[in-house]
């Protein structure tokens, strides 16, 4: 069992550019969670994921930041015209039910230059 | 919305000393609690979880406490080593959301040798 698999490692974008981070969960997890972690907010809860359904986005900026969950295997975060203040590292879990432990991947650090 | 404070945010111990990090929490209906270890360059790994009718559990070198009255959550690692160097957060999250986990902001022990 490889874990949750998040791609890539790093990221260097400049403002104003795309950038998709990638996520794979455990396999057979029906959960996926993202988060960021900055030094100043500590980790924030961003979206969620239940049987790639949507469940709660409460924690995503409305604007330039999207989730999606094509099929059980990855999901993704794209961050539209990336700013400065983006820059964090981007967290991915995934858990085998809605309540259950959740398993992390490393991240990914987004630097936005 | 729940609050968690988590202190200290640095702590450095002697090899084989005790290291005790504490959390508070504000929502009484919280009911589900963690720690969390964080290595550099990698996720979040789970320590120990506690249900909220629980008062104590020990797991290999690390004893959790949780006085409800006073919301008040802590991770004692007895007899700390070097490899225990790493970034720890409590997490905390309630019944209704028991997916939407809020974290402390984290406390950096340093364990010399």
């Known amino acids: 069992n490889a874990g949750v698999i998040q791609t890539p490692r790093h990221k260097v974008t400049g403002k104003g550019q795309e950038a998709t981070l990638w996520c794979e969960p455990i396999s057979g997890h029906s959960a996926v969670f993202w988060y960021r972690q900055t030094i100043v907010q500590g980790l924030e809860f961003l979206t969620y994921?239940?049987?790639?359904?949507?469940?709660?986005d409460s924690g995503m900026p409305k604007e330039r930041f999207s989730a999606q969950m094509p099929n059980q295997s990855h999901s993704t975060l794209k961050i539209q015209s990336t700013q400065p203040q983006d820059s964090a590292v981007y967290l991915c879990?995934?858990?085998?039910?809605?309540?259950?432990?959740?398993?992390f991947g490393p991240g990914t650090r987004l630097t936005v230059l | 919305g729940e609050q968690v404070e988590q202190r200290p945010p640095h702590l450095s111990v002697r090899e084989g000393d005790s290291a005790i990090i504490i959390c508070t929490y504000t929502d009484s209906a919280t009911a589900y609690f963690s720690w969390y270890k964080q290595e550099a360059g990698a996720g979040l790994q789970l320590l120990m979880s506690v249900l909220s009718n629980v008062d104590r559990k020990e797991e290999q070198g690390l004893t959790v406490l949780l006085n409800k009255k006073d919301k008040r959550l802590s991770l004692n690692l007895t007899a700390a080593h070097p490899g225990d160097s790493a970034v720890y957060f409590c997490?905390?999250?309630?019944?209704?959301?028991?997916?939407?986990?809020?974290f402390g902001k984290g406390t950096h022990l340093h364990v010399l040798p």
């Open positions: 997490a905390v999250s309630d019944d209704t959301n028991a997916y939407k986990v809020i």
């Open positions: 879990a995934s858990s085998l039910e809605w309540g259950g432990e959740q398993y």
């Open positions: 994921f239940r049987n790639q359904a949507p469940i709660d």
